[in-house]
């Protein structure tokens, strides 16, 4: 199941959901050779944060925040989620606890 809008602008994560969007996988190497269709049969795991909705409400009512902002680069798993596409441009909505690992470089 998937949703399709006219602008990602107008999607905002509510509580624990975080909204990502894949990094393209690479389709040539450092050394300018071109990778065959099959060898990005895999989605990769990277991607970066849009947006994040304000946090889940904990155990004693105090909301919980998200663990990551708008413009990190995220791990994330190859499953789960729920799509969104605009136009041809396809995001993922995600709980903060799917998200795998923060990459900072």
């Given at each position: 199941m998937?949703?399709?809008?006219?602008?990602?602008?107008?999607?905002?994560?509510?509580?624990?959901?975080?909204?990502?969007?894949?990094?393209?996988a690479v389709e040539k190497t450092a050394s300018g050779l071109y990778l065959p269709s099959a060898a990005n049969a895999a989605?990769?795991?990277?991607?970066?944060?849009?947006?994040v909705g304000p946090g889940a409400p904990g155990k004693d009512g105090s909301i919980v925040p998200v663990s990551v902002k708008e413009g990190d680069r995220v791990v994330?798993?190859?499953?789960?989620?729920?799509?969104?596409?605009v136009g041809e441009e396809e995001y993922t909505v995600y709980r903060d606890s799917e998200i795998i690992a923060k990459i900072s470089e």
């Open positions: 998937s949703l399709s809008v006219k602008s990602i602008k107008s999607l905002a994560p509510l509580l624990d959901r975080v909204l990502v969007q894949r990094v393209k989605p990769p795991p990277e991607a970066l944060v849009l947006a994330i798993p190859g499953f789960g989620g729920f799509a969104v596409k």
